[in-house]
Protein backbone atom coordinates (compact mmCIF):
# COMPACT_ATOMS: atom_id res chain seq x y z
CA UNK A 1 0.00 0.00 0.00
CA UNK A 2 1.27 3.30 -1.01
CA UNK A 3 1.97 5.90 1.77
CA UNK A 4 -0.18 9.01 2.17
CA UNK A 5 1.69 12.11 0.87
CA UNK A 6 1.18 14.75 3.29
CA UNK A 7 1.34 18.50 1.98
CA UNK A 8 3.02 20.83 4.36
CA UNK A 9 3.54 18.73 8.07
CA UNK A 10 7.11 19.77 9.37
CA UNK A 11 6.48 17.44 12.28
CA UNK A 12 8.75 14.65 12.49
CA UNK A 13 6.45 12.55 15.16
CA UNK A 14 3.38 13.36 13.17
CA UNK A 15 4.91 12.12 10.01
CA UNK A 16 6.17 9.22 11.16
CA UNK A 17 3.57 7.94 13.91
CA UNK A 18 0.74 8.46 10.60
CA UNK A 19 3.49 6.25 8.44
CA UNK A 20 3.35 9.09 5.37
CA UNK A 21 5.63 9.90 2.84
CA UNK A 22 9.09 9.80 3.61
CA UNK A 23 12.51 10.56 1.95
CA UNK A 24 15.00 9.37 4.53
CA UNK A 25 17.59 11.85 5.55
CA UNK A 26 18.86 10.67 8.98
CA UNK A 27 21.78 10.13 7.64
CA UNK A 28 22.28 14.11 8.52
CA UNK A 29 22.21 12.97 12.03
CA UNK A 30 25.48 10.96 11.37
CA UNK A 31 27.08 12.86 9.16
CA UNK A 32 26.69 16.35 12.07
CA UNK A 33 27.30 13.97 15.16
CA UNK A 34 30.59 13.01 13.42
CA UNK A 35 31.86 16.48 12.43
CA UNK A 36 32.66 17.69 15.56
CA UNK A 37 31.83 20.99 14.93
CA UNK A 38 30.59 22.94 18.44
CA UNK A 39 27.71 25.05 16.47
CA UNK A 40 26.96 24.81 12.88
CA UNK A 41 24.80 26.84 10.50
CA UNK A 42 23.30 26.00 7.42
CA UNK A 43 21.44 28.14 4.77
CA UNK A 44 18.98 26.53 1.96
CA UNK A 45 16.16 28.48 0.02
CA UNK A 46 12.37 27.90 0.88
CA UNK A 47 10.83 24.78 1.42
CA UNK A 48 13.94 22.60 0.81
CA UNK A 49 12.99 20.76 4.28
CA UNK A 50 15.17 22.49 6.98
CA UNK A 51 12.25 22.68 9.64
CA UNK A 52 11.39 18.72 9.11
CA UNK A 53 15.20 18.42 9.22
CA UNK A 54 15.17 20.26 13.44
CA UNK A 55 12.18 18.36 14.05
CA UNK A 56 14.05 15.50 13.39
CA UNK A 57 17.30 16.16 15.10
CA UNK A 58 15.19 17.01 18.38
CA UNK A 59 13.09 13.69 18.34
CA UNK A 60 16.61 11.50 17.73
CA UNK A 61 18.63 13.70 20.84
CA UNK A 62 16.31 14.84 22.73
CA UNK A 63 15.56 13.04 26.07
CA UNK A 64 11.96 14.09 25.82
CA UNK A 65 11.73 11.34 23.01
CA UNK A 66 13.71 8.59 25.51
CA UNK A 67 12.70 5.33 23.82
CA UNK A 68 10.89 6.62 20.41
CA UNK A 69 12.40 4.06 18.50
CA UNK A 70 9.58 3.21 16.55
CA UNK A 71 10.19 6.87 15.31
CA UNK A 72 13.83 5.67 13.35
CA UNK A 73 13.24 1.91 13.13
CA UNK A 74 13.96 1.57 8.94
CA UNK A 75 15.73 4.36 8.90
CA UNK A 76 19.32 4.61 8.16
CA UNK A 77 20.32 6.12 11.59
CA UNK A 78 18.95 3.01 12.92
CA UNK A 79 21.29 0.81 11.13
CA UNK A 80 24.57 1.84 13.55
CA UNK A 81 24.62 0.79 16.67
CA UNK A 82 26.42 3.63 17.95
CA UNK A 83 23.55 5.74 16.86
CA UNK A 84 21.19 3.78 18.31
CA UNK A 85 22.09 4.05 21.54
CA UNK A 86 22.44 7.99 21.22
CA UNK A 87 19.00 7.90 20.89
CA UNK A 88 16.64 10.03 23.33
CA UNK A 89 19.88 10.99 25.69
CA UNK A 90 20.51 14.43 25.43
CA UNK A 91 18.53 17.80 27.01
CA UNK A 92 17.88 19.53 24.05
CA UNK A 93 16.41 23.40 23.29
CA UNK A 94 14.71 24.02 20.29
CA UNK A 95 13.80 26.97 19.16
CA UNK A 96 12.03 28.38 15.75
CA UNK A 97 12.10 31.93 14.50
CA UNK A 98 10.12 31.34 11.56
CA UNK A 99 6.65 33.25 12.99
CA UNK A 100 8.81 36.29 14.25
CA UNK A 101 7.74 38.79 11.06
CA UNK A 102 7.41 42.25 13.27
CA UNK A 103 6.80 45.67 11.20
CA UNK A 104 9.12 47.29 13.84
CA UNK A 105 11.66 46.86 16.69
CA UNK A 106 9.25 46.01 19.88
CA UNK A 107 7.12 43.47 17.68
CA UNK A 108 10.13 41.85 16.71
CA UNK A 109 11.93 41.74 20.65
CA UNK A 110 8.37 40.57 21.83
CA UNK A 111 8.34 37.51 19.11
CA UNK A 112 11.88 36.39 20.44
CA UNK A 113 10.78 36.80 23.61
CA UNK A 114 7.45 34.57 22.43
CA UNK A 115 9.69 31.91 21.08
CA UNK A 116 11.98 31.74 24.02
CA UNK A 117 9.52 31.08 26.24
CA UNK A 118 8.36 28.34 24.04
CA UNK A 119 11.09 26.82 24.80
CA UNK A 120 10.62 27.11 28.64
CA UNK A 121 7.59 26.32 28.44
CA UNK A 122 9.07 22.82 27.42
CA UNK A 123 10.82 22.56 30.39
CA UNK A 124 8.55 23.60 33.18
CA UNK A 125 8.90 20.70 34.89
CA UNK A 126 12.19 21.71 36.31
CA UNK A 127 10.51 24.20 38.32
CA UNK A 128 9.85 20.80 40.13
CA UNK A 129 13.32 20.52 40.78
CA UNK A 130 15.35 21.89 43.84
CA UNK A 131 18.52 22.66 41.46
CA UNK A 132 16.81 25.76 40.28
CA UNK A 133 17.80 29.44 42.11
CA UNK A 134 15.20 31.72 43.15
CA UNK A 135 16.45 34.13 40.24
CA UNK A 136 15.87 31.19 37.80
CA UNK A 137 12.38 30.48 38.68
CA UNK A 138 12.07 34.23 38.37
CA UNK A 139 12.98 34.00 34.91
CA UNK A 140 10.25 31.64 34.03
CA UNK A 141 7.98 33.18 35.32
CA UNK A 142 8.53 37.01 33.86
CA UNK A 143 8.58 35.19 30.43
CA UNK A 144 5.74 33.23 31.04
CA UNK A 145 3.76 36.26 32.38
CA UNK A 146 4.53 38.33 29.45
CA UNK A 147 3.53 36.01 26.57
CA UNK A 148 0.37 35.53 28.16
CA UNK A 149 -0.73 38.99 29.18
CA UNK A 150 0.07 40.71 26.12
CA UNK A 151 -1.93 43.68 27.23
CA UNK A 152 -0.41 44.37 30.46
CA UNK A 153 3.02 44.39 29.44
CA UNK A 154 5.97 45.07 32.52
CA UNK A 155 8.64 45.27 30.06
CA UNK A 156 11.41 42.59 30.28
CA UNK A 157 15.12 43.88 30.36
CA UNK A 158 16.99 43.06 27.50
CA UNK A 159 19.96 41.48 29.60
CA UNK A 160 16.98 38.49 30.85
CA UNK A 161 16.04 37.95 27.03
CA UNK A 162 19.66 37.83 25.88
CA UNK A 163 20.91 35.47 28.94
CA UNK A 164 17.72 33.56 28.48
CA UNK A 165 18.56 30.44 26.40
CA UNK A 166 21.93 30.40 27.95
CA UNK A 167 20.45 30.18 31.46
CA UNK A 168 18.27 27.51 30.50
CA UNK A 169 20.90 25.36 29.48
CA UNK A 170 22.39 25.95 32.62
CA UNK A 171 19.17 24.66 34.42
CA UNK A 172 18.87 21.62 31.87
CA UNK A 173 22.83 21.09 32.24
CA UNK A 174 22.50 20.65 36.30
CA UNK A 175 19.52 18.88 36.24
CA UNK A 176 20.73 15.93 33.61
CA UNK A 177 24.55 16.30 34.61
CA UNK A 178 24.85 16.72 30.79
CA UNK A 179 25.51 19.37 28.19
CA UNK A 180 22.58 20.99 26.21
CA UNK A 181 21.99 21.23 22.14
CA UNK A 182 20.35 24.22 20.43
CA UNK A 183 18.37 23.61 17.47
CA UNK A 184 17.91 27.29 16.19
CA UNK A 185 15.21 27.30 13.11
CA UNK A 186 15.11 29.59 10.57
CA UNK A 187 17.30 32.39 12.54
CA UNK A 188 17.53 34.94 9.57
CA UNK A 189 13.71 35.50 9.39
CA UNK A 190 13.41 38.33 11.76
CA UNK A 191 16.37 39.70 10.14
CA UNK A 192 15.08 40.12 7.13
CA UNK A 193 12.07 41.93 8.52
CA UNK A 194 14.21 44.48 10.47
CA UNK A 195 15.77 45.18 7.15
CA UNK A 196 12.51 45.65 5.21
CA UNK A 197 11.00 47.48 8.12
CA UNK A 198 13.97 49.87 8.50
CA UNK A 199 15.03 48.86 12.08
CA UNK A 200 18.32 46.61 10.96
CA UNK A 201 20.60 49.19 13.22
CA UNK A 202 18.47 48.86 16.40
CA UNK A 203 17.60 45.27 16.06
CA UNK A 204 21.61 43.83 14.76
CA UNK A 205 22.55 44.94 18.40
CA UNK A 206 19.66 42.41 20.59
CA UNK A 207 20.11 39.89 17.85
CA UNK A 208 23.97 39.95 18.52
CA UNK A 209 24.25 39.89 22.56
CA UNK A 210 21.41 37.09 22.55
CA UNK A 211 23.57 34.43 19.48
CA UNK A 212 26.76 35.72 21.94
CA UNK A 213 25.15 35.00 25.27
CA UNK A 214 23.52 31.27 23.54
CA UNK A 215 26.15 30.74 21.28
CA UNK A 216 29.34 32.00 22.20
CA UNK A 217 29.73 32.24 26.16
CA UNK A 218 27.54 29.02 26.83
CA UNK A 219 29.23 26.61 29.18
CA UNK A 220 26.77 24.25 29.02
CA UNK A 221 26.61 23.62 24.76
CA UNK A 222 27.22 20.40 23.64
CA UNK A 223 26.70 21.46 20.29
CA UNK A 224 24.10 23.56 18.08
CA UNK A 225 22.86 24.02 14.82
CA UNK A 226 21.23 27.04 13.07
CA UNK A 227 19.18 26.89 9.73
CA UNK A 228 18.14 29.91 7.59
CA UNK A 229 17.80 30.94 3.96
CA UNK A 230 20.47 33.66 4.18
CA UNK A 231 24.31 34.25 5.80
CA UNK A 232 24.23 36.95 7.41
CA UNK A 233 27.43 38.70 7.41
CA UNK A 234 29.66 37.03 10.28
CA UNK A 235 30.29 40.32 11.48
CA UNK A 236 26.76 41.80 11.70
CA UNK A 237 25.55 39.27 14.12
CA UNK A 238 28.20 36.65 14.96
CA UNK A 239 30.57 39.12 16.22
CA UNK A 240 33.81 36.96 18.08
CA UNK A 241 31.73 33.67 16.96
CA UNK A 242 34.67 31.96 15.60
CA UNK A 243 33.27 28.53 16.32
CA UNK A 244 30.91 28.87 13.72
CA UNK A 245 30.78 26.70 10.78
CA UNK A 246 28.70 28.32 8.03
CA UNK A 247 27.30 25.25 5.60
CA UNK A 248 26.02 27.52 2.16
CA UNK A 249 24.45 26.08 -0.79
CA UNK A 250 28.16 26.10 -2.13
CA UNK A 251 29.17 23.76 0.43
CA UNK A 252 30.13 20.19 0.27
CA UNK A 253 29.18 19.19 3.56
CA UNK A 254 25.44 18.07 3.60
CA UNK A 255 24.83 18.56 0.53
CA UNK A 256 22.43 15.57 -0.19
CA UNK A 257 20.44 16.09 3.29
CA UNK A 258 18.08 18.80 2.42
CA UNK A 259 16.36 18.28 -0.98
CA UNK A 260 15.49 15.40 -2.91
CA UNK A 261 18.50 13.75 -5.60
CA UNK A 262 17.43 12.42 -9.05
CA UNK A 263 17.32 9.23 -7.76
CA UNK A 264 15.53 9.41 -5.05
CA UNK A 265 12.45 11.39 -6.83
CA UNK A 266 13.04 8.38 -9.63
CA UNK A 267 12.83 5.75 -7.66
CA UNK A 268 9.65 7.01 -6.03
CA UNK A 269 7.70 7.64 -9.39
CA UNK A 270 8.18 3.86 -10.25
CA UNK A 271 6.97 2.47 -7.07
CA UNK A 272 4.00 4.54 -7.39
CA UNK A 273 3.79 3.42 -11.04
CA UNK A 274 4.71 7.13 -12.84
CA UNK A 275 7.85 5.84 -14.39
CA UNK A 276 6.45 7.69 -17.57
CA UNK A 277 6.68 11.41 -16.16
CA UNK A 278 10.31 11.25 -15.10
CA UNK A 279 11.37 13.23 -18.02
CA UNK A 280 8.43 15.79 -17.38
CA UNK A 281 9.39 16.19 -13.79
CA UNK A 282 13.48 16.80 -14.86
CA UNK A 283 12.25 19.14 -16.85
CA UNK A 284 10.03 20.85 -14.57
CA UNK A 285 11.35 20.83 -11.19
CA UNK A 286 15.37 19.70 -11.42
CA UNK A 287 17.69 22.17 -11.34
CA UNK A 288 19.53 23.02 -8.46
CA UNK A 289 23.04 22.18 -7.17
CA UNK A 290 24.50 21.70 -3.88
CA UNK A 291 27.88 21.53 -3.42
CA UNK A 292 29.31 19.25 -5.86
CA UNK A 293 25.87 17.57 -6.28
CA UNK A 294 23.57 18.24 -9.11
CA UNK A 295 19.81 17.60 -10.49
CA UNK A 296 18.48 18.14 -6.72
CA UNK A 297 14.93 18.79 -6.14
CA UNK A 298 12.55 21.16 -4.65
CA UNK A 299 11.02 18.72 -1.91
CA UNK A 300 7.75 20.80 -1.93
CA UNK A 301 7.21 20.82 -5.52
CA UNK A 302 7.93 17.13 -5.66
CA UNK A 303 5.36 16.60 -2.90
CA UNK A 304 2.76 18.71 -4.42
CA UNK A 305 3.31 16.96 -7.92
CA UNK A 306 2.74 13.41 -6.49
CA UNK A 307 0.11 14.49 -4.29
CA UNK A 308 -1.82 16.39 -7.45
CA UNK A 309 -0.59 14.14 -10.72
CA UNK A 310 -0.31 17.02 -12.12
CA UNK A 311 2.83 20.16 -13.12
CA UNK A 312 2.29 23.08 -11.65
CA UNK A 313 4.87 25.68 -10.47
CA UNK A 314 3.61 25.20 -6.79
CA UNK A 315 7.28 26.34 -5.06
CA UNK A 316 6.15 30.03 -6.74
CA UNK A 317 3.74 31.06 -4.45
CA UNK A 318 4.86 29.63 -1.07
CA UNK A 319 6.47 32.73 0.59
CA UNK A 320 6.77 36.49 0.28
CA UNK A 321 9.82 37.38 -1.72
CA UNK A 322 9.76 41.17 -0.29
CA UNK A 323 13.59 41.29 0.04
CA UNK A 324 14.15 40.75 -3.81
CA UNK A 325 11.32 42.88 -4.92
CA UNK A 326 12.93 45.42 -3.06
CA UNK A 327 16.13 45.16 -4.94
CA UNK A 328 14.89 44.36 -8.21
CA UNK A 329 12.43 47.54 -7.77
CA UNK A 330 15.65 49.83 -7.14
CA UNK A 331 18.24 48.09 -9.09
CA UNK A 332 20.02 49.47 -12.13
CA UNK A 333 19.28 49.32 -15.88
CA UNK A 334 21.71 47.00 -16.11
CA UNK A 335 20.41 44.78 -13.66
CA UNK A 336 16.94 44.51 -14.66
CA UNK A 337 17.68 44.10 -18.41
CA UNK A 338 19.53 40.96 -17.12
CA UNK A 339 16.23 39.95 -15.18
CA UNK A 340 14.38 40.30 -18.69
CA UNK A 341 16.86 38.06 -19.97
CA UNK A 342 16.06 35.43 -17.86
CA UNK A 343 12.60 35.94 -18.16
CA UNK A 344 13.29 35.15 -21.86
CA UNK A 345 14.84 31.48 -20.95
CA UNK A 346 18.42 33.10 -21.83
CA UNK A 347 21.07 32.93 -18.87
CA UNK A 348 23.40 35.25 -17.20
CA UNK A 349 26.39 34.68 -15.20
CA UNK A 350 27.89 36.99 -12.20
CA UNK A 351 29.81 36.56 -9.51
CA UNK A 352 28.31 36.59 -6.15
CA UNK A 353 29.07 36.84 -2.12
CA UNK A 354 27.81 34.56 -0.47
CA UNK A 355 27.63 36.87 3.11
CA UNK A 356 24.50 39.06 2.96
CA UNK A 357 25.08 42.20 4.95
CA UNK A 358 21.87 44.06 5.02
CA UNK A 359 22.95 47.75 5.74
CA UNK A 360 24.99 47.52 2.60
CA UNK A 361 22.46 46.34 0.40
CA UNK A 362 21.52 49.63 -0.78
CA UNK A 363 24.44 50.48 -2.31
CA UNK A 364 26.03 47.08 -3.78
CA UNK A 365 24.64 46.93 -7.08
CA UNK A 366 25.57 43.13 -7.27
CA UNK A 367 23.65 42.51 -4.27
CA UNK A 368 20.62 40.75 -5.95
Same mark, same amino acid.
Given at each position: ?10 ? *? ?51 ? *? ?136 ? *? ?153 ? *? ?10
Amino acid at each position: MQKVISIGKQN *FVSLRENDCFYIDKTDLICKWWESKDEITLITRPRRFGKTLNMSMLNCFFSNQ *FTGREDLFKGLAVWKKEKYRKMQGTYPVIFLSFAAIKGSNYEDARDGIIMAINEAYSEHRYLLESNELTDGERKCFEELDYYAKNPGIKKQVANDTICNAVKNLANCLSRYYKKKVIILLDEYDTPMQEAYLYGYWKE *FTAFIRSLFNATFKTNPYLERAMMTGITRVSKESVFSDLNNLNVVTTTSTEYETCFGFSEEEVFQVLEERGMNNQKKLVKSWYDGFVFGNTHDIYNPWSITNFLDKKQVRPYWADTSSNSMIDELIRKASTDIKEKMEELLQGKEIVVNFDEQIV *FEQLDQDENAI
